[in-house]
DNA sequence: ATTCAATTAGACTATTTAGTCTAGTGACAG
DNA sequence: CTGTCACTAGACTAAATAGTCTAATTGAAT
């Protein structure tokens, strides 16, 4: 097993560790202590822990969003149906379901009071409304959704909904009850469908 | 003006603390300055930051979730009416649409590691999925949604995806996009609507 | 007025926090 | 073999943190 650079294994547990306690309940001594990296390899890396944090969220998070909801269409497929199938590939992931989504919860702790984390944050969250809505848009154009359908507000009602069906109470949260919820957006999808 | 008796004015400025920077990032100190309340009187009050906080969540949060909220069904109003005006007067409080809603963003915050919030902020959950689900069921029993809507999961979709959409960052929201996206939600409804 | 409990006041403590600093180590180019 | 430089190591610092302690003050009851 070949031993993994400082700099990439500090990233890794720092999406771990922020992803479960959130930015501020954590420190960089946790950090430290976990991936056994001492001070002065992180600060070499990082000049401080929000830099070390927002590097982990574009070279982390994001990618991991990426893979998580994924804008594929698949051949001879509809688009409902792609919607249907990523919500299915959601609902397997352990820990999606139970902590939530990553982008989303660390949006709601920092946005308000974080200038710099919100602008990082935003642009994929805009990203991600444009895959959406590219979808949408393509489903109108092929005819299985009416022209009626706004995809810019739709798209985004359908990423915050997810987010927050997602990002409830690991207590109250299981894969079967947000499987039974992304339905419901799709019923909403019933009203301007066509075919 | 008569002088506010130190516990509530703690509960008061707490709620504002914890709303706008979450539990971690408020610091003792800082309510206790904004509160121009010295530490001692505090910890008479209240044994520790945790004891304030959930003192806090019980007294003043639990009370605005219901002002929020309403179940309310005016007469001669049908149920997708109520929940309409529900949307219209949220859409109308700047604070909710701007900062998200206090519950679900401090539930996001600590439910995943702290048991004792994450238990105190559950009833309310169940209290107010259960006053959505009575309104749901009340529509079926007068003729307005088949019998085949499954109340309990509806309820818990529509709770979810109002925070959800309310609690995107403050750059992204607005009141007029909440409204929108709260139509999405109905939208849903109409699946499942008889007259 | 006097007593007494409730409350206020804020200096103090122990711990944790992010971040600094300087000395060392090791790999690699010449 | 040697000099260089990126990286490691962890002791150290200053600030912030939650929480303690004891003395002073207040207000209500007698």
């Known amino acids: 097993m070949k031993k993994q650079p400082t700099r990439e294994k500090l990233l890794d547990i720092t999406f771990e560790e922020v992803y479960i306690n959130g930015y501020t309940a954590t420190s960089v001594d946790a950090i430290l202590k976990k991936a056994s990296v001492p001070k002065g390899s992180m600060y070499h890396h990082f000049k401080s822990k929000k830099e070390l944090?927002?590097?982990?969220?574009?070279?982390r998070l994001f990618p991991k969003m990426d893979a998580?909801?994924?804008?594929?269409?698949?051949?001879n497929e509809s688009i409902t149906q792609s919607f249907r199938n990523t919500f299915l590939v959601v609902s397997k992931n352990r820990l999606l379901v139970t902590y939530?989504?990553?982008?989303?919860?660390l949006m709601v702790e920092l946005s308000a009071t974080d200038k710099e984390f919100d602008a990082v944050l935003s642009t994929k969250v805009n990203e991600m409304k444009g895959g959406i809505k590219a979808m949408l848009e393509q489903g109108i154009s092929l005819g299985e959704f009416d022209k009626s359908l706004n995809?810019?507000?739709?798209?985004?009602?359908?990423?915050t909904s997810v987010w927050g069906i997602l990002s409830l109470s690991?207590?109250?949260s299981s894969s079967k009850t947000f499987l039974i919820q992304s339905q419901y957006i799709l019923d909403s999808l019933?009203?301007?469908?066509?075919?």
Chains 1, 2 share one sequence.
Do not use: D, H, N, W
């Open 53 to 59: 944090v927002l590097a982990m969220v574009v070279e």
């Open 68 to 75: 998580f909801f994924s804008y594929e269409i698949k051949e």
């Open 100 to 105: 939530g989504c990553p982008l989303y919860r």
């Open 151 to 159: 995809s810019e507000t739709f798209a985004t009602y359908m990423l």
């Open 170 to 172: 690991p207590s109250l």
């Open 190 to 195: 019933e009203a301007y469908k066509l075919t």
